[in-house]
């Protein structure tokens, strides 16, 4: 499964077996520094943590970023505890290894890497200080490695040579050269541990990355410091992680409050988000490299913003809303995405995203009630408004949410109808409604028109896309309505096309997909579509109810049956992007942000503050 560990400058991808994949440094989702790390013990021969005679289980300690992997096999439970502070750019891997003999245990404990460092590795060295610790290092940047155990040997490298640190690991004994230099240098350092039977040990490795100016005392010092003020600094995290969440039981629905697991996650699903939000504003989609979603999405950012802000956590979505007031284009819109420093990594056009974005302001605004924000946005927001606008008038074509279509679709049709009346809500607050009136009749045409265009008289439902016409079914369409109320939640032909969504996917697995055709990873069913019928059903019922329409707990049910297929898949609180259709497990992106921000928006007591 593996986890992250991160504050908003470091974050940290660790892998299945407990090794440390990569780290994202000196921002989220960027720069990429592949680390490759590995544990091994040697006892005659080296026995490496992904060898098939451990037994692997990770979970996160429960309300907090500690990510725990344990290993265990006949003799010895290996406990890592991966965590990264709130006040410092470490990793810290707290090592616990436990003896389950009845006697002396002897053997000797490797660290290795083969760290590649920044977007593009050029030539780096790898040196052994006199301070007890490895520092590896390019012109950009240094990382160190260290202990509070002190190193009994080490070795600096070069992955494919004879004097490898992995080869060294291999032998048993490392040569103990203290630089290497190259484009692939690797290192290793060792302890001899002795733990008496029954006993346990427990110490702490530390991996600093910095900027570099070429002189090493820094990171030593820095080293030092966090070594000395350990406990300090975990405590101090630990204390941000509670204060930060906060209680959070006010903000669930009252159906869920009593429910452990519903509360866990949604802590998790939280403190996950608040890991993909970068020091500069940016949130990335995802920490996965495979896909490559490390980038900043308006779409994406604003659910997740939203999320956030109905949780009561309302400093990080402002710091969002800035950055991307900054990157926005001179004719209000944004482009398809971005690198977390703001420079434009893709420029297609996706229209829905500038619509995504003014909504996510004015859940913002709605939910703060602060007039200076929208003050200090203004410029941002009629900039958008009037993009949306023109937009609105021409059903102007783009790419689809999907980012594999171009047209008009009915998903974007209604994330500019919700944009363009987010904006024009939000003009009340800055006394602009008189110089933005044209856009009431805009938003009027667009409630007329699109209901009429976009509708399939033979199929009974709502179409993809126009301009050209697809009439494949796609859970997108949804967007017609939920959250955006371009149509009307209740309006039969809305009805009948999410049933027909529903009736679309037959997986062996059960879940909603994106549409029947999607090969994508497959094509599987994704968390997102899932719980975005399940959310659709759920407002439905509502409505109906206040309707006295009988039919209204029939799709109550249809709801809690999607959102408890949801629930099914959560691991430990990481929502991926996609089931496995047959196999049931995580595919694509894990944890994607958009994932998690659906699940928060699902189980918040009262979602009318979404719905424009």
């Given at each position: 499964?593996?986890?992250?560990?991160?504050?908003?400058?470091?974050?940290?991808?660790?892998?299945?077996?407990?090794?440390?994949?990569?780290?994202?440094?000196?921002?989220?989702?960027?720069?990429?520094?592949?680390?490759?790390?590995?544990?091994?013990?040697?006892?005659?021969?080296?026995?490496?943590?992904?060898?098939?005679?451990?037994?692997?289980?990770?979970?996160?300690?429960?309300?907090?970023?500690?990510?725990?992997?344990?290993?265990?096999?006949?003799?010895?439970?290996?406990?890592?505890?991966?965590?990264?502070?709130?006040?410092?750019?470490?990793?810290?891997?707290?090592?616990?290894?436990?003896?389950?003999?009845?006697?002396?245990?002897?053997?000797?404990?490797?660290?290795?890497?083969?760290?590649?460092?920044?977007?593009?590795?050029?030539?780096?060295?790898?040196?052994?200080?006199?301070?007890?610790?490895?520092?590896?290092?390019?012109?950009?940047?240094?990382?160190?490695?260290?202990?509070?155990?002190?190193?009994?040997?080490?070795?600096?490298?070069?992955?494919?040579?004879?004097?490898?640190?992995?080869?060294?690991?291999?032998?048993?004994?490392?040569?103990?050269?203290?630089?290497?230099?190259?484009?692939?240098?690797?290192?290793?350092?060792?302890?001899?541990?002795?733990?008496?039977?029954?006993?346990?040990?427990?110490?702490?490795?530390?991996?600093?990355?910095?900027?570099?100016?070429?002189?090493?005392?820094?990171?030593?010092?820095?080293?030092?410091?966090?070594?000395?003020?350990?406990?300090?600094?975990?405590?101090?995290?630990?204390?941000?992680?509670?204060?930060?969440?906060?209680?959070?039981?006010?903000?669930?629905?009252?159906?869920?409050?009593?429910?452990?697991?519903?509360?866990?996650?949604?802590?998790?699903?939280?403190?996950?988000?608040?890991?993909?939000?970068?020091?500069?504003?940016?949130?990335?989609?995802?920490?996965?490299?495979?896909?490559?979603?490390?980038?900043?999405?308006?779409?994406?950012?604003?659910?997740?913003?939203?999320?956030?802000?109905?949780?009561?956590?309302?400093?990080?979505?402002?710091?969002?809303?800035?950055?991307?007031?900054?990157?926005?284009?001179?004719?209000?819109?944004?482009?398809?995405?971005?690198?977390?420093?703001?420079?434009?990594?893709?420029?297609?056009?996706?229209?829905?995203?500038?619509?995504?974005?003014?909504?996510?302001?004015?859940?913002?605004?709605?939910?703060?009630?602060?007039?200076?924000?929208?003050?200090?946005?203004?410029?941002?927001?009629?900039?958008?408004?009037?993009?949306?606008?023109?937009?609105?008038?021409?059903?102007?074509?783009?790419?689809?949410?999907?980012?594999?279509?171009?047209?008009?679709?009915?998903?974007?049709?209604?994330?500019?109808?919700?944009?363009?009346?987010?904006?024009?809500?939000?003009?009340?607050?800055?006394?602009?409604?008189?110089?933005?009136?044209?856009?009431?009749?805009?938003?009027?045409?667009?409630?007329?028109?699109?209901?009429?265009?976009?509708?399939?008289?033979?199929?009974?439902?709502?179409?993809k896309s126009i301009n050209p016409l697809n009439k494949e079914i796609d859970t997108s369409i949804l967007g017609l309505s939920y959250p955006f109320n371009l149509i009307d939640v209740d309006d039969e032909r809305m009805i009948k096309t999410a049933e027909a969504i529903e009736k679309a996917f037959k997986y062996?697995?059960?879940?909603?997909?994106?549409?029947?055709?999607?090969?994508?990873?497959?094509?599987?069913?994704?968390?997102?579509?899932?719980?975005?019928?399940?959310?659709?059903?759920?407002?439905?019922?509502?409505?109906?109810?206040?309707?006295?329409?009988?039919?209204?707990?029939?799709?109550?049910?249809?709801?809690?049956?999607?959102?408890?297929?949801?629930?099914?898949?959560?691991?430990?609180?990481?929502?991926?992007?996609?089931?496995?259709?047959?196999?049931?497990?995580?595919?694509?992106?894990?944890?994607?942000?958009?994932?998690?921000?659906?699940?928060?928006?699902?189980?918040?007591?009262?979602?009318?503050?979404?719905?424009?």
């Amino acid at each position: 499964m593996g986890g992250i560990v991160g504050n908003n400058s470091l974050l940290v991808k660790i892998g299945d077996y407990g090794e440390i994949s990569y780290i994202f440094y000196p921002h989220v989702g960027y720069e990429t520094h592949f680390f490759d790390s590995a544990l091994a013990i040697y006892d005659k021969k080296a026995k490496w943590h992904w060898d098939n005679d451990w037994d692997i289980s990770q979970k996160y300690i429960e309300e907090t970023n500690i990510f725990k992997t344990i290993l265990e096999d006949d003799k010895i439970i290996l406990t890592i505890k991966d965590f990264v502070p709130v006040s410092h750019n470490v990793l810290i891997r707290r090592l616990h290894i436990k003896n389950k003999l009845d006697k002396k245990l002897n053997f000797k404990l490797f660290f290795y890497e083969s760290l590649r460092i920044g977007e593009n590795p050029t030539k780096n060295t790898v040196r052994f200080l006199e301070d007890g610790c490895i520092v590896k290092y390019d012109e950009k940047y240094i990382f160190c490695i260290g202990s509070d155990k002190k190193i009994d040997s080490f070795q600096c490298g070069n992955r494919y040579s004879k004097n490898s640190a992995y080869v060294d690991i291999e032998n048993g004994i490392l040569m103990e050269h203290k630089e290497s230099y190259g484009l692939m240098t690797d290192s290793a350092i060792s302890w001899n541990i002795e733990i008496d039977e029954k006993r346990s040990l427990a110490f702490n490795i530390y991996i600093l990355p910095q900027k570099f100016d070429g002189d090493f005392s820094i990171i030593t010092e820095q080293l030092k410091i966090i070594m000395d003020n350990n406990e300090h600094i975990e405590n101090l995290s630990m204390n941000y992680w509670k204060n930060v969440i906060g209680d959070i039981k006010r903000c669930i629905h009252p159906e869920f409050r009593s429910n452990k697991e519903i509360y866990s996650i949604a802590k998790r699903a939280l403190m996950t988000l608040l890991m993909l939000c970068d020091k500069d504003g940016g949130i990335i989609a995802a920490p996965s490299l495979h896909p490559d979603y490390r980038y900043v999405w308006g779409r994406d950012g604003a659910y997740i913003a939203i999320a956030l802000d109905l949780f009561g956590i309302r400093g990080i979505p402002d710091r969002f809303f800035e950055f991307m007031s900054k990157i926005q284009n001179d004719d209000g819109s944004w482009l398809q995405n971005y690198y977390v420093n703001g420079k434009p990594r893709l420029t297609a056009m996706q229209i829905d995203q500038i619509g995504s974005m003014l909504w996510a302001m004015d859940v913002h605004y709605r939910l703060s009630g602060d007039r200076k924000f929208v003050k200090r946005y203004w410029n941002t927001i009629e900039k958008a408004g009037n993009y949306l606008n023109l937009a609105a008038l021409n059903f102007t074509p783009c790419f689809d949410l999907w980012e594999e279509k171009f047209g008009v679709f009915a998903y974007t049709m209604g994330a500019i109808y919700a944009g363009l009346k987010c904006a024009y809500s939000m003009s009340k607050a800055v006394d602009k409604r008189d110089k933005v009136k044209h856009w009431e009749k805009t938003i009027e045409f667009l409630k007329y028109e699109a209901s009429k265009r976009f509708y399939l008289k033979d199929e009974e439902r709502f179409a993809k896309s126009i301009n050209p016409l697809n009439k494949e079914i796609d859970t997108s369409i949804l967007g017609l309505s939920y959250p955006f109320n371009l149509i009307d939640v209740d309006d039969e032909r809305m009805i009948k096309t999410a049933e027909a969504i529903e009736k679309a996917f037959k997986y062996k697995v059960g879940g909603i997909g994106r549409y029947p055709g999607d090969i994508y990873f497959g094509g599987n069913p994704w968390i997102i579509t899932t719980l975005w019928l399940s959310l659709y059903y759920r407002r439905l019922s509502k409505v109906l109810k206040e309707k006295n329409d009988d039919r209204a707990d029939r799709y109550l049910q249809k709801s809690k049956k999607l959102f408890d297929w949801v629930m099914k898949y959560s691991f430990n609180g990481l929502f991926p992007e996609q089931i496995h259709k047959e196999l049931g497990i995580p595919m694509s992106a894990m944890p994607l942000g958009w994932s998690n921000a659906m699940f928060l928006i699902y189980i918040y007591e009262n979602d009318d503050i979404i719905i424009p």
